[in-house]
């Protein structure tokens, strides 16, 4: 089984947020850099600040994390946020060989 991450991406006036899933972090948030689908959700609202992460061992855990974040509210997403990254930082540089480690 895959390991798995659930992140959450903001724009640079923090006004939209988008919670996802995935196997490689690294890969997944270039994509939202890049546009990489420029009919998306994260491309539309120019998502592409990460700001807030988790690791798993399992996919099959960061998906109901996923699910369980999803179904809070923006406070509770936000507060989330804020209780590892106050200043709403791009952690990008964090994470960007966490798949080699």
Known sequence: MKPGFV?????????????GVTSNLPKRI????????????????NLNILVYYEQFQWIEDAISREKQIKAGSREAKNNLIRSINPKWEDLFDEIENIMTM
């Not at 992140?7 to 919670?19: F, P």
């Not at 270039?30 to 609202?45: D, G, I, Q, R, V």
């Open 7 to 19: 992140y959450i991406i903001t724009n640079k006036y923090q006004t939209v947020v988008y919670v």
């Open 30 to 45: 270039l994509e939202h850099k890049n546009k990489k689908y420029p009919k998306s959700f994260s491309a539309k609202y």
